[in-house]
């Protein structure tokens, strides 16, 4: 497994964060492409040069794209739930999908709103708008990644089981399974195993249930046990990234260089 961050996480230009994502060590990144610097549509060929070079010169690769759709104006708190607004929605993930080829990356991670325990007209437009991209992204050799996290593991799994299509796969987010429905990311790897392509290393812990409250934590600070979850990992064969992502806080790159320096200290303890 390899380790990566985002480059959001620090606060930072985008350009002066990829200096130090790899002054910590860090062999990839992840970076928005929703909007500002590195939407599509400010993107032209030039640019993407620009940018692979400047990855390159650093010797990291970008691990994936965040094509994170739910908070834009079309879609706000609800990604793929609305009928209406997502035509617009997945012209503008394929888009992305496309850019983050032209990247050199396969995986865009998405949200795609609550997928519903039950068969149900939102779950159906759900899984009509999630085929569409997974059946693109299978066209061009992608993955458009579900993260973690809205429901519990075995959910997500028989929903992504009903698309037919694999172009649709996981980014795996155990701190969001912790954090919002009480789920084991541990059981989770296991259930989620023929899906997952990404992940995102944080950590922390459900404060209430009802309301729903949550505590992003430092790495080992919160519910996600890593040293079983890690060898979770391993066991399904995932050797992919586990990208730093951090949410808050008034340090976030001692913060990204906390969360690093943990997981090669756990990944060498597990011999990994």
């Not at 012209?91 to 080829?101: G, P, T, V």
Request: glycine share 8%.
């Amino acid at each position: 497994m390899k380790i990566g961050c985002m480059l959001e996480s620090f606060a930072i230009d985008l350009k002066l964060a990829v200096a130090r994502a790899a002054a910590l060590g860090c062999t990839g990144i992840q970076a928005y492409a929703v909007d500002g610097e590195l939407a599509p549509q400010n993107m032209n060929d030039a640019i993407i040069r620009e940018w692979l070079d400047r990855v390159k010169s650093h010797g990291m690769v970008f691990s994936a794209i965040c094509g994170d759709l739910s908070a834009t104006p079309e879609a706000v708190g609800h990604g793929f739930e609305n009928r209406d607004a997502n035509p617009v929605l997945v012209e503008k993930s394929k888009r992305i999908l496309d850019l983050a080829k032209k990247l050199e990356c396969n995986v865009v991670t998405t949200h795609i709103g609550t997928v519903p325990v039950e068969e149900n007209e939102t779950k159906k437009i759900m899984r009509e708008a999630c085929r569409e991209l997974a059946l693109y992204a299978d066209s061009i050799g992608s993955y458009f990644a579900v993260e973690t996290g809205p429901e519990m593991a075995v959910v997500l799994r028989d929903f992504l089981d009903s698309l037919g299509a694999k172009g649709v796969r996981v980014n795996y987010d155990p701190a969001n399974l912790v954090m919002v429905v009480a789920d084991d990311p541990v059981a989770g790897v296991h259930t989620l195993r023929d899906y997952i392509v990404h992940t995102h290393a944080k950590d922390g812990i459900q404060v209430s249930a009802n309301p729903l409250k949550w505590q992003e934590l430092p790495l080992g600070q919160g519910g996600v046990k890593w040293d079983e979850y890690l060898k979770a990992l391993h066991a399904v064969g995932f050797d992919g990234y586990l990208t730093i992502e951090r949410e808050c806080g008034d340090t976030p790159e001692a913060d990204i260089k906390m969360a690093a320096n943990f997981l090669r200290e756990r990944l060498t303890a597990l011999a990994l």
